[in-house]
């Protein structure tokens, strides 16, 4: 079965400091795989996605994140921490067939960005 | 503005109650999704559908039930079922052809059973 395994369910950095959320995913076929952003009390909002092609997917608010088959992960980062960031980060991978697909999300981890 | 409506922001319900909540999308989306978010727990998926008047269970589809009567709407009613019902209810909506679709979310409804 297809799943998603988040590293961490709390990461705190400096401001200016390197993010780095972990991911790693399990799949029997080619994944596609999200990473999204929760503030409280909100919905998801999507990061970024990886379908297919180039392997660092870039997205909003200074976002990336690297595909790796040969581990199976799927790590965001961002190279310099802002206040603004500290929200809940979720990495989802989509699974079934094309006609009838769903969306998994991992559990989730928050981010605190200390002053 | 298109976008994933969901009513009301905030409920309460007594023990014993079933409660409807609402989701309403104007995307032309083919699927939609409920989910439910508890601490620690992440999002963890109801029922969805792909189409109109049919739609399949998730992994905690106990104590819950859908309708799926038109395409923009996907409403969630919560039974005397369902033993912990206080939760973040989140509904989402895709394209629903093909596995690169991403979701998008309403802002979510929060139930408190009192």
């Known amino acids: 079965a297809q799943s998603v395994t988040q590293l961490g369910s709390h990461v705190s950095v400096s401001e200016g400091a390197l993010v780095l959320l972990r991911c790693n995913y399990s799949?029997?076929?080619?994944?596609?795989l999200f990473w999204y952003v929760q503030y409280p009390n909100q919905g998801l909002q999507l990061l970024l996605k990886?379908?297919?092609?180039?392997?660092l997917v870039k997205g909003i608010n200074g976002f990336e994140a690297e595909f790796k088959k040969s581990e199976t992960s799927f790590h965001l980062t961002k190279p310099s921490a802002h206040m603004s960031d500290a929200a809940e980060y979720f990495c989802a991978v989509s699974v079934g067939y094309s006609s009838a697909s769903k969306i998994i999300f991992g559990s989730g981890t928050r981010l605190s960005i200390r002053p | 503005d298109g976008g994933i409506t969901q009513s009301p922001k905030y409920l309460f319900r007594k023990e014993g109650q079933n409660v409807t909540l609402s989701c309403e999308q104007n995307l032309n989306h083919d699927a939609m999704y409920w989910y439910r978010q508890d601490p620690g727990q992440g999002l963890r998926l109801i029922y969805y559908?792909?189409?109109?008047?049919?739609?399949q269970k998730g992994d905690i589809a106990e104590g819950y039930s859908v309708s799926r009567e038109k395409k923009e709407s996907f409403p969630l009613t919560v039974t005397s079922a369902q033993k912990n019902p206080t939760a973040f209810y989140l509904c989402?909506?895709?394209?629903?052809?093909?596995?690169?679709?991403?979701?998008?979310f309403g802002q979510g409804t929060r139930l408190t059973v009192v």
């Open positions: 799949s029997s076929v080619p994944p596609y």
């Open positions: 559908s792909q189409i109109v008047n049919d739609f």
């Open positions: 990886y379908t297919t092609g180039a392997t």
């Open positions: 989402a909506s895709s394209r629903g052809q093909g596995l690169n679709t991403e979701a998008f």
